[in-house]
């Protein structure tokens, strides 16, 4: 079965750090992406990865960075965390030409 | 990207089939339909993927029309745990369908 894991799933940090939310696939996918989700706003995404150290932005980028320096692994860093980036954090994977992406159980994110 | 249009919910009860339209007015060429199921504080799930007639798989049907502008995810004999937001995407299926805009979906409910 295809996996996709997520550090953390219950995260509270302090406004100002810098936080670092880790995801890890192991199906060799080449894409991988990182969504936020809030009630009433659906998915949106921050960031995506198509390729090792490729990355381009989302909807949403502001506020956040990411990271590929391998190809299973994709983080995505809060520079300095404020309370409007409290939500539900969902990252995913897929391969080019495959019907599906698969995203992890997800991280729910309070910044307080 | 394409954008979608979905009812914000729908409620049934067990053993009835169940249709969620999704209109999508400016689908690209090269845009496949994708469906997901999300259950509260899950990642969203693969249900379905189609680009025109219709595709059946184990889980349920989707049927596209000739000019591909909405399409209808079929559910048949839904069950509670089919309880559930799903979300329709249009997308490039290059990268996994996913550089497009998730809505807020189609919150199902299944009643006894």
């Known amino acids: 079965d295809v996996k996709v894991t997520q550090s953390s799933r219950y995260l509270v940090k302090r406004t100002g750090e810098k936080v670092f939310l880790e995801c890890v696939q192991d199906?060799?996918?080449?894409?991988m992406f990182w969504y936020r989700q809030d009630p009433g706003l659906g998915l949106r995404l921050i960031y995506f990865?198509?390729?090792?150290?490729?990355?381009e932005k989302g909807d949403i980028p502001e506020g956040y960075s990411v990271s590929r320096e391998k190809k299973e692994r994709f983080s995505l860093i809060l520079e300095s965390a404020s309370t409007n980036q409290t939500s539900m954090y969902l990252c995913?994977?897929?391969?080019?030409?495959?019907?599906?992406?698969?995203f992890g159980q997800g991280t729910r994110l309070t910044v307080v | 990207l394409a954008k979608t249009t979905q009812p914000i919910s729908m409620d049934s009860y067990e053993g009835q089939e169940v249709n969620i339209t999704c209109s999508h007015n400016n689908i690209a060429t090269n845009d496949y339909i994708t469906w997901y199921q999300q259950f509260p504080s899950q990642g969203p799930r693969f249900i379905i993927q189609g680009y025109k007639t219709k595709v059946t798989n184990e889980v349920a049907s989707l049927f596209i029309p000739a000019d591909r502008k909405s399409s209808t995810l079929s559910l048949p004999r839904v069950s509670l745990s089919d309880t559930a937001v799903y979300y329709c995407l249009v997308g490039a299926v290059n990268t996994g369908g996913f550089k497009t805009i998730f809505g807020a979906g189609t919150r199902l409910f299944v009643k006894a």
């Open positions: 199906m060799d996918h080449e894409n």
């Open positions: 990865s198509y390729d090792v150290k490729m990355k």
């Open positions: 995913a994977s897929s391969s080019p030409g495959h019907p599906a992406a698969f």
